[in-house]
């Protein structure tokens, strides 16, 4: 299965930790493995429930000059598990109404696969009539998202598209 996944690849400082928000594919690239933690919405929660094993997740740059995707990872956990930051008093994140024996917000772990070849913009992906149906165009605040088969295949190809200038962040 594949999925879309949003994170900031700019610098954005949490007024209540004072800890930088930013994380970008980079990052990811220089860690092991990563918890997809601190997202609140609810449909995106399912979305983390639903992932598994091995599934592939296209990279999102979001709230940044130029959102676009820009690199794949791979679920390495085999399921979702409680995420840490619900139960921080001190976090953003946290949730009063979650407990140990009851979370409320869970977290894949992911890993990274690679950088794209080039970036595929937002912009870029609204002037194209095949992605209308893509999530990311009907429902674009949702920070995970499914992704069919089909269009995992022709963003990859996309991505390929050697007459296009690479900008990653």
Known sequence: RYWLIKSEPESRIDPKTG???????RDLSEVDCEPWDGVRNY???NNLLNMALNDICLFYHSNCKNPGIVGLAKVVSKEAKADEQQFNSKSTYFDSKATRENPRWWCP??????????KISLAEL??????????????????????????????IELSNDSGKVDDTD
């Open 43 to 45: 449909e995106a929660k």
């Open 126 to 155: 609204k002037d194209l009539k095949q992605f209308e149906e893509l999530m990311l165009m009907k429902r674009g605040r949702l920070s995970v998202n499914p992704v069919s088969s089909e269009h995992f295949s022709q963003l």
């Open 109 to 118: 772990d992911v890993s990274f696969l690679c950088l794209l070849n080039r």
């Open 19 to 25: 800890n930088d928000s930013k994380f970008s594919i």
